[in-house]
């Protein structure tokens, strides 16, 4: 019976927690941070949920009619004036919601050298994505800040099994680099998955809802070198 209640305690102190880290409620103020990969944004929301109250609501008076005159050989006929009715309703106060959404950056490929790049010959290549990315937003009160890092895997579109990781660097750098075994059109792809941290009113939270993937390409040509042979 002890090992049980030990096993229930355990695994409501776990969900609770991962709930927690869901969603933060500041003063009053529920702030959800998460990722939609589909649109490549951060979507912030922040909701203060409101009371409802009952208030006494006073209909407004009919409009008045004319008596009709009387005939003196006519007999009198009256007829009561109906009341009003006093009506109660519940209204809801203070229910308010903020939504703040971010796009993440996109970025493109850049090649060195200069054309032509040739047949067996070093071609680098970077990303010009940033290497983090970070924002600050205030929603009913609340300080929200995001910081994303990117990671990156290189595909050279030969053929071969080379892939390499990393931003990339312009010369003299150069830390993503390929030789290309063959001439034509080569595409080279890079795929970037962003990740990182939110913190809410200064607690470090999560964010769910799968990492931030891009893609870029270019499409470079790769011409055959030259050989010459020299007469003695």
Same mark, same amino acid.
């Given at each position: 019976m002890r090992k049980l209640l030990a096993l229930i305690l355990l695994l409501s102190l776990t969900f609770g927690s991962s709930e927690s880290a869901r969603s933060e409620c500041i003063n009053n103020v529920c702030v959800d941070v998460s990722s939609d990969p589909s649109t490549n944004q951060i979507i912030i929301t922040a909701?203060?949920?409101?009371? %409802?109250? %009952?208030?006494? =609501?006073? $209909?407004? $008076? %009919? %409009?008045?009619d004319l008596p009709k005159p009387w005939i003196p050989w006519l007999p009198r006929t009256t007829s009561p004036t109906p009341r009003p009715k006093r009506t109660s309703r519940k209204v809801s106060t203070a229910a308010l919601a903020e939504r703040f959404t971010q796009? @993440?950056?996109?970025?493109? &490929? =850049? @090649? +060195? $050298?200069n054309n032509p790049l040739l047949v067996n010959e070093p071609v680098n290549f970077w990303s010009d994505v940033p290497r983090e990315f970070t924002f600050n937003t205030v929603l009913l009160g609340v300080l929200v800040r995001v910081k994303l890092n990117p990671s990156f895997n290189w595909e050279f579109g030969d053929g071969s099994s080379d892939s390499q990781s990393g931003r990339g660097a312009p010369f003299p750098l150069d830390t993503v680099h390929h030789r290309f075994s063959t001439r034509g059109d080569k595409t080279v792809t890079v795929h970037i998955s962003w990740s990182g941290t939110a913190w809410i009113d200064g607690v470090p939270?999560? &964010?769910?809802?799968?990492? &931030?993937? +891009?893609?870029a390409t270019q499409v470079i040509e790769i011409y055959p070198a030259h050989t010459y042979l020299a007469h003695h």
């Amino acid at each position: 019976m002890r090992k049980l209640l030990a096993l229930i305690l355990l695994l409501s102190l776990t969900f609770g927690s991962s709930e927690s880290a869901r969603s933060e409620c500041i003063n009053n103020v529920c702030v959800d941070v998460s990722s939609d990969p589909s649109t490549n944004q951060i979507i912030i929301t922040a909701n203060k949920p409101g009371s %409802s109250k %009952s208030v006494l =609501h006073k $209909p407004r $008076p %009919s %409009s008045y009619d004319l008596p009709k005159p009387w005939i003196p050989w006519l007999p009198r006929t009256t007829s009561p004036t109906p009341r009003p009715k006093r009506t109660s309703r519940k209204v809801s106060t203070a229910a308010l919601a903020e939504r703040f959404t971010q796009l @993440v950056p996109h970025g493109a &490929i =850049h @090649v +060195q $050298p200069n054309n032509p790049l040739l047949v067996n010959e070093p071609v680098n290549f970077w990303s010009d994505v940033p290497r983090e990315f970070t924002f600050n937003t205030v929603l009913l009160g609340v300080l929200v800040r995001v910081k994303l890092n990117p990671s990156f895997n290189w595909e050279f579109g030969d053929g071969s099994s080379d892939s390499q990781s990393g931003r990339g660097a312009p010369f003299p750098l150069d830390t993503v680099h390929h030789r290309f075994s063959t001439r034509g059109d080569k595409t080279v792809t890079v795929h970037i998955s962003w990740s990182g941290t939110a913190w809410i009113d200064g607690v470090p939270a999560p &964010i769910p809802g799968g990492l &931030i993937t +891009q893609s870029a390409t270019q499409v470079i040509e790769i011409y055959p070198a030259h050989t010459y042979l020299a007469h003695h």
